[in-house]
């Protein structure tokens, strides 16, 4: 049985892949979102966005570019690492449709030209920004100095952890500081907003509360995910696998908390302490909290028990079912 099946869903409302058909309007994006349409609306210069890992900054970039006029602008995404400033060229101008072959001058040549034909904007999307090196950097600030008609015909996100706002601090990119025009640091939800953004993803897949979520199952949700839209996602559909495998129709506090501990348990968290001596709590509030840990890890063996046996049994139904 397939969860959508199980729970009437028309797909999953939890999948890794950013979407921009589930986007969530949170306060924190909402303003990012506001940078961004401000900065395109100056038809010049950088607009930057930061945010941790999984903070959602693709999502909202997708559904800027879903938002502009095809016919008007023509729009370039390309994702770095450690490039240097030639090889970002060359990135952008196979990103642009131009020959990214030849020297340095031939690609520069092939892009110009590009930016000042046709009456198209050009916006050039550079995510995993905080990868650049400062040389590519002031290439990009260089390309943001081709004018046609007395206005810039390319336009530069930068979007990035962040520690691309520390590089952009370096006194030698003074020059590129001073062609930004909007920078947002994107933040975490708040509680609150994590059982929103829950709960929208949820009745955007057709959710009609089944499964319930208990208000402190989504408070741990916060807890466990710090407000990172990835983490949300990535625990809830954990959540939502428990809930089919085990027929809930209520999501609770004590099935999130075993699914956290679950995970934290697979990305091998738990092994930080190996081969090294424990510390010893320094008082009886510490020594509660970690009674009431290995409590919790021994509900969550039971728990696991009974996925995999729930797992075993729709394998085997399965395959009874095939032959």
Known sequence: MMLTDFYGLREHPFQMTPDARLYYPSTVHSRAYAHLTYGIAQREGFVVVTGEVGAGKTTLVDRLCAELDPATFNIARIATTQVEGDDLLRLAAGAFGTDPDGNKAAVLRGITSALRSGDRRYLLIVDEAQGLRPDALEELRMLSNVTEGGRAPMQTILLGQPQLRATLASPDLDQLRQRVLACYHLGALSCEETHAYV????????????????????????????????????????????????????????MVEATAIELE?????????????????????????????????????????????????IFFDGARTRT
């Open 199 to 254: 709960k929208h993803r949820m009745r955007a897949v057709g959710w009609q509360d089944h499964p319930h979520w208990d208000d402190d199952a989504l408070d741990l949700v916060h807890r466990h995910s710090a407000g990172i839209p990835r983490r949300i996602n990535r625990l809830c559909s954990r959540v939502l696998l428990s809930g089919l495998l085990e027929q809930a129709s209520v999501l609770s506090g004590a």
């Open 265 to 313: 348990e697979d990305l091998g968290s738990g092994l930080q302490h190996l081969g090294r001596p424990l510390a010893m709590p320094a008082d009886d509030g510490a020594l509660r909290e970690m009674r009431q840990r290995i409590d919790a890890l021994e509900r969550n063996a039971g728990h696991r028990e009974r996925i995999f046996n729930r797992l075993a049994e």
